[in-house]
């Protein structure tokens, strides 16, 4: 599933090619791509037909497009949110372009660009959805969703505080998309070979100058993630010009099992954890007793 760093790929291909473009029609080729919206694919498309994109916007690993501005104003509005699941695309694709294998919706504008915007989904676990937004200009079903570590606005003094109070392990306090976003599997144990601490630390453990080590971490890995065009390994996460992500090749620990550790040469684990993996150094990220 695409995390951080591959939504905000997407987000500023988006904000590039289709910010301020008028939808000229737009059609739905299959239902369950506008499954969130609760009155159907002809309604989806009746309402975003004649709209304005304004510039796209995340918060963790969400996704919305506001409409006509009208989030920019303060007042609220509505907003094209987009969930990509675990193949979801965005693609902006010339018009006269073949259609793809798993093309869902197709959005044409009406401008003279040449190119419209597909959302093309293998495995149509994610879609497009209409939604309402609060006066800051987030969706509703996005609300509860705490800040990314990337956001100017986290803070990290409360951060620690709630880790602290979680009473639990750190990785699956990163996971807890309530308490910090955007951090996947991935990044999780990228960040956490990183600061060298283990997966299954408590958090009650957690001193300031840990907590801070850890965020600086999370904030590094994502970052390079971001210069690599974020960590493709299949042809299922791309970017709105469908080119491939390469952070996959810096990854220090995350599906290295039985490969040399890059800090001191011993055996790269996995575990089993929250049904899925984490691959972690016994050596450099010792586990609690």
Request: aromatic content about 6%; hydrophobic content about 40%.
């Amino acid at each position: 599933m695409p995390e951080l760093p591959e939504v905000e790929v997407v987000r500023r291909g988006l904000e590039r090619w289709v910010s301020g473009r008028t939808v000229d029609s737009v059609m739905v080729l299959h239902p369950r791509a506008v499954r969130r919206h609760p009155a159907g694919a002809a309604d989806f498309a009746a309402r975003l037909t004649g709209r304005t994109l304004g510039t796209a916007r995340r918060r963790g690993k969400y996704l919305w497009i506001p409409l006509d501005d009208a989030a920019d104003t303060g007042d609220g509005g509505e907003a094209l949110l987009a969930h990509l699941g675990m193949s979801g695309q965005m693609l902006v694709q010339p018009k006269d372009a073949p259609d793809e294998t798993h093309l869902r919706i197709r959005v044409s504008f009406a401008d003279a660009a040449g190119t419209e915007l597909r959302f093309v989904d293998q495995r149509t676990f994610g879609g497009l959805a209409l939604e309402s937004t609060a006066a800051d200009g987030v969706p509703a079903s996005v609300g509860h969703i705490a800040l990314d570590p990337m956001d100017g606005a986290f803070d990290d003094a409360a951060f620690h505080t709630a880790l602290r109070r979680r009473r639990s392990e750190v990785k699956r306090a990163l996971l807890d998309q309530s308490l910090i976003s955007g951090v996947g599997n991935i990044y999780a144990d990228e960040a956490l070979w990183r600061a060298r601490l283990h997966y299954r630390r408590p958090t009650g453990t957690m001193t300031a100058p840990l907590t801070a080590r850890l965020l600086a971490e999370v904030r590094t890995v994502m970052g390079a993630a971001l210069t690599a065009g974020g960590t493709s390994f299949d042809s299922l996460y791309v970017n709105v010009n469908g080119e491939s992500g390469y952070f996959d090749r810096s990854l220090a620990a995350y599906g290295r099992e039985g490969l040399p550790c890059g800090r001191c040469a011993t055996p790269i684990r996995r575990a089993a954890f929250m049904n899925r993996s984490s691959y972690y150094c016994p050596r450099c990220q010792r586990a609690p007793r």
